[in-house]
């Protein structure tokens, strides 16, 4: 029998003895990214049932990524086979606000005494808020940045203490590094990533835009995503990067086959895990982040699906623990996520960030976050995979020396999809 078992027995024979006729709720949970919260969650839930007896935690299969997550929300509204929270990417909780599917948290913040002072501040509470009523709290918080095999920068001749500021730097280094040897290539960017995190990063931090300030126009096809995309080509042409699938990426760079790999600080448990001793990683900021530029901020929020009143109750008291400084604390230690509640910094990982500087490298630029963006309206997701086709006939080499004409086509299909 296991502890949780164990736990659930205890807690039902108590019910029997005093009489209480009422059994514990069930709350069932889903998230994104098994490989990146499986411990995450694990310590979650054990701690969270240890403290809340009542309530029997039942995690769903985790989704693929947050666009997996989306529509497995949307297609089980419709079937009624919802879970009763569920763990969305920051720039998709919108389109369930909009379908009213999500439920709104403000009920439940507003019976909270001193909210404040528990972590909750208020551009925390901000990242979540639609229509001025909150919807999602933010879990888990990333930023882009870049991974560095040292070993490789050195043997490439480049000077460790400095490490590239730009992406001019970066494809200097990289072709440096892909003329090494054969097997090895010089860089790899996660472009691929979901929500198109990895094309707004460059525009964002030219400060540029998605779409204009009405939402009825697009605007990544002006100078910053001209100069984001003709940049992004670069990375083939110049600094000899390959069409490499998300997965592949990964494992060039965690195999010491690839000098640099630019992805989500949320990985970085797992890569220093992963590479234990067979080469020296370091991490670094983001390229070429101008002033008045900024980066989209990454990761997930909980989100609230349960109409019933009891499991929203137990919902809201899970709710409360996972972005509590302790779960928070949780995050950052099983992960590379930053935790949004500032408890978790001010009273868990005092000494944490001193001792682990590769997790400190996304809190230093923390000044430079700003929303992920969320295409409106209901073409939403089909936005997102639209950018990615037009940047995969780069990848591809098919159009790498037309990345104006590409630009353009991406702006048109965009266009069309956006709400009258």
């Known amino acids: 029998m296991t502890l949780k078992h164990l736990r659930q027995l205890t807690a039902a024979s108590a019910i029997v003895l005093t009489g209480n006729a009422l059994a514990a709720t069930e709350l069932v949970v889903q998230y994104p990214y098994g490989g990146t919260f499986k411990d995450t969650f694990a310590q979650l839930e054990q701690e969270f049932e240890a403290q809340n007896p009542d309530i029997d935690v039942t995690f769903r299969a985790p989704y693929e990524d947050y666009e997996d997550g989306t529509q497995k929300v949307m297609r089980e509204a419709i079937t009624k086979q919802l879970p009763d929270i569920s763990f969305q990417g920051l720039n998709r909780v919108r389109p369930l606000v909009d ?48 991974y560095y095999n040292m070993d490789l920068v050195r043997q490439a001749g480049w000077d460790e203490n400095n490490l590239p500021e730009s992406w001019d730097e970066v494809i200097e280094l990289a072709a440096r590094i892909d003329a090494l040897d054969e097997d090895i290539t010089g860089m790899v960017y996660g472009w691929q990533i979901t929500g198109n995190w990895l094309w707004q990063a460059p525009v964002f931090s030219q400060g540029g835009a998605m779409l204009s300030a009405d939402e009825k126009q697009v605007a990544f096809n002006g100078p910053e995503g001209q100069w984001a995309l003709e940049t992004f080509s670069r990375f083939f042409k110049e600094a000899g990067m390959k069409d490499y699938s998300r997965a592949d990426g990964k494992q060039a760079f965690y195999s010491g086959k690839s000098g640099m790999w630019f992805w989500s600080t949320s990985t970085v448990t797992n890569a220093e895990e992963m590479i234990g001793d067979s080469f020296e990683m370091k991490t670094h900021v983001f390229p070429s982040v101008k002033e008045g530029g900024a980066l989209p901020a990454g990761g997930n929020a909980i989100v609230m699906l349960t109409k019933d009143a009891e499991k929203q109750e137990a919902a809201w008291k899970f709710i409360k623990y ?91 299909d965009v266009q069309k999809l956006l709400p009258n």
């Not at 009213?100 to 909210?115: G, M, R, T, Y």
């Not at 972590?119 to 879990?139: C, R, S």
């Open 322 to 412: 996972a972005t509590s400084g302790k779960g928070a604390a949780i995050v950052a230690l099983t992960t590379g996520y930053m935790p949004p509640n500032k408890k978790a910094n001010e009273e868990y990982l005092k000494d944490f960030y001193s001792q682990h500087p590769n997790h400190f490298t996304a809190v230093k630029q923390l000044p430079l976050m700003t929303d992920w963006y969320a295409f409106p309206g209901k073409n939403g997701l089909k936005i997102t995979q639209v950018i990615h086709d037009h940047m995969q006939s780069i990848a591809s080499g098919e159009r790498v020396n037309e990345a104006d004409q590409v630009l353009k086509d991406m702006a048109a």
């Open 99 to 146: 379908r009213n599917i999500a439920v709104s948290l403000e009920p439940f913040i507003a019976k909270e005494a001193d909210f404040s002072k528990e972590g909750y501040h208020q551009a925390m509470l901000d990242i979540g808020t639609y229509n001025d009523e909150v919807y999602g709290l933010p879990f888990a918080v990333s930023l882009p940045i870049a």
